[in-house]
């Protein structure tokens, strides 16, 4: 009953916003029948929101919003400090469930073809924005569920009678409010735009089932504005701290029950306690008389609040499921830059780059795939297209038929990331397939070739496993940094150790002209990095590995873009990416941290749940956050008994 007066509240600020719009189709002559044209330049007008829109909401101040508790339990520890810390946050621009309502002037442009001028798309650009926001009107398909996350999302539009409705998927982790309470990555939003000259209305409903027990419907009315001008918003971010770099790298946030401003607005505005701590509950008119017969508090204190909804069990309920037996029915590839592709679904990602010197594999999924990844390999092979011929005659008697004329598929080297049978069980049956054909010499010699290769330690590990012989690594290295003997693909590949990261064997691959990281699962899209602490693994060199990627990284502008992370499992990301994986378990370092300084038993610190506001997002996996936790502990009690 509850949600059915939600979505009425919603969709009657839509039906509001379309029963005051006057009909805009083109009456008559030549483009009769056009769709609304809501492009120009427009100004928000501020309302009863200004102060959330402009100054910022205060700690604590959550009503609005149908928060569950592992929103709250991250809203709760967040310090706004951490934007000074963080290269990601000193330039994040607002996410598309927030932006429209944010008081930045905006410019909207058509797009269109130029064949028949045809309407494909708009483009959306605000104030402080990292370029424009493309909501494509030409029906294209979404994207690939490997594609990139982005502040924006991808956007696809269409109008119903003078409405534009607008769905935006693959947007990154980012907030509902600025005060921490956080979106996540598979949040998604729905926007209604209307116009009413001089006047347009945004409605934007969030659906976040990781941190909201509802859908959030907000809106904001803009005014045209000939006059006004974007200007460009040159962000650059820079290390304030001084003497800060990524060994001593930091995140400001308060220990859970330690944040001493949850009472601050109760206190200034005489309001009920938990009206400000948000719900859904708190949002409708039957719980007036609830929040009238509670007293504000008096005086600012510092709570210790408990957190206990079904937001708080998602781990557990995971970790009580059996480990799903493992599929490979489906096998997908996805670009992600220069001759660089991945390959998902046949256990761990694999990345391959292809080209005219054949095929370098960064992993090889698990045997059982093999046969697929091969003819996966195979399909993006035939897909590609010969280079454009220099600006000379060509040797050639017939240049279409010599340019088109493929080589047979040659897989040269798989190079390995680490000892996890998801990633390097494929290597026996790849290296024995007729499409392996080793860099260097053949028969005898070739063992002097590199085939497969690892850190030496991997190796070691993979010994342990009892590989198949045709699977364990012909070639390995002991330095920091490994370089291929020689350009593949027309660009430098380097391999590069992270010591006590997962284990002690870890590398990662940088494809150096294509700007590709391929990491293996020291980071991974939606889960906690299984660390093996009886191999070598700790959470101080899972940190430090990912500190390390993350130098490797540049940015195309506002802390998105640039650098493509290629992830052990998940989609592609970026250094944004990989900064928030960086940054929850640096979070949950420190708070494991201060229960061992405390003296508690792994069982108590499992009882107090330190992962509770990031389980929505990376403890979906079964058994994976009970080890991710315990491997915590492990590593920082030992390095404790030193």
Not at 145 to 156: D, N, Q
Not at 323 to 344: E, F, M, Q
Not at 444 to 470: F, H, P, T, V, W
Not at 614 to 634: L, S
């Amino acid at each position: 009953m509850k949600s059915f007066t939600r979505f009425g509240i919603g969709g009657g600020v839509v039906f509001l916003a379309l029963a005051g719009t006057a009909p805009m189709l083109a009456q008559g002559g030549k483009g009769a029948g056009s769709p609304t044209d809501i492009s120009g330049t427009w100004r928000k007008i501020g309302q009863e929101d200004t102060h959330e829109r402009g100054s910022g909401p205060d700690p604590g101040e959550y009503w609005g919003l149908p928060v569950n508790d592992a929103a709250r339990m991250r809203a709760d520890t967040y310090n706004e400090e951490w934007v000074s810390t963080s290269y990601i946050l000193q330039c994040r621009p607002h996410p598309t469930g927030y932006q429209p309502l944010g008081p930045d002037p905006m410019r909207i442009e058509q797009l269109t073809t130029p064949i028949n001028r045809q309407l494909i798309a708009y483009r959306v650009s605000y104030d402080e924005n990292p370029g424009d926001r493309m909501i494509w009107l030409d029906g294209r398909p979404g994207l690939s569920p490997l594609a990139v996350h982005t502040w924006e999302g991808f956007s696809k539009g269409h109008f119903k009678g003078d409405t534009l409705i607008i769905e935006s998927t693959h947007m990154k982790e980012a907030f509902h409010r600025r005060n921490g309470v956080p979106s996540s990555f598979r949040a998604t939003t729905i926007e209604h735009i209307s116009l009413d000259e001089p006047y347009l209305t945004w409605v934007v409903t969030t659906y976040d089932d990781d941190y909201l027990t509802e859908p959030v419907v907000r809106s904001a009315t803009y005014i045209r504005a000939p006059n006004v001008q974007i200007p460009p918003y040159p962000c650059a971010a820079q290390q304030e701290e001084i003497g800060a770099d990524a060994n001593n790298y930091r995140v400001p946030n308060y220990f859970m029950g330690e944040n001493p401003y949850l009472t601050e607005v109760a206190v200034k505005y005489k309001v009920p306690l938990d009206g400000v701590r948000g719900g859904a509950e708190t949002t409708y008119p039957e719980w007036r008389a609830k929040g009238m017969a509670e007293k504000p508090p008096t005086a600012q204190y510092t709570l210790k609040p408990t957190y206990t909804d079904a937001s708080t069990k998602v781990a557990e309920q995971a970790d009580a499921r059996p480990k799903r037996a493992p599929s490979y029915d489906k096998i997908d590839t996805l670009h992600a830059g220069g001759n660089v592709y991945v390959i998902a679904g046949a256990g761990g990602n694999i990345a391959a780059s292809i080209g005219g010197d054949g095929v370098l594999l960064v992993d090889s999924g698990a045997e059982q795939a093999s046969d697929k990844v091969i003819a996966a390999i195979e399909s993006i092979n035939k897909e590609m297209r010969p280079q454009e011929r220099p600006d000379s005659a060509s040797p050639f008697a017939d240049t279409w038929q010599a340019t088109h004329a493929f080589a047979p598929l040659n897989i040269r080297t798989i190079i390995n990331t680490g000892p996890l049978a998801d990633h390097v069980g494929g290597n026996a049956k790849i290296r024995n397939s007729k499409e392996f054909h080793p860099l260097g010499v053949l028969g005898e010699e070739e063992q002097g070739s590199e085939i497969i290769l690892a850190q030496e330690n991997a190796a070691r590990r993979m010994g342990e496993m009892k590989l198949n012989d045709d699977g364990t690594p012909t070639n390995t290295y002991f330095s920091a940094r490994y370089n291929m003997h020689r350009f593949f693909n027309n660009q430098a590949v380097q391999v590069m150790h992270m010591d006590n990261a997962l284990t002690d064997g870890d590398s990662v691959v940088f494809f150096r002209k294509s700007d590709v990281i391929a990491t293996g699962d020291i980071y991974i899209a939606d889960q906690y990095p299984p660390i093996d602490v009886e191999r070598g693994g700790s959470i101080d060199g899972e940190i430090t590995a990912l500190n390390k990627v993350f130098d490797l990284c540049v940015t195309e502008f506002m802390a998105q873009g640039g650098t493509v992370i290629i992830p052990g499992h998940g989609w592609l990301g970026d250094a944004a990416d990989l900064g928030y994986y960086r940054d929850m378990l640096t979070v949950i370092r420190e708070r494991i941290q201060k229960m061992v300084d405390n003296k508690m038993t792994l069982a108590q610190v499992r009882a107090a749940k330190p992962t509770t506001d990031y389980d929505v997002e990376y403890g979906r996996e079964p058994g994976g956050t009970a080890k991710f936790v315990e491997a915590v502990y492990k590593s920082l009690s030992a390095k404790k008994g030193k």
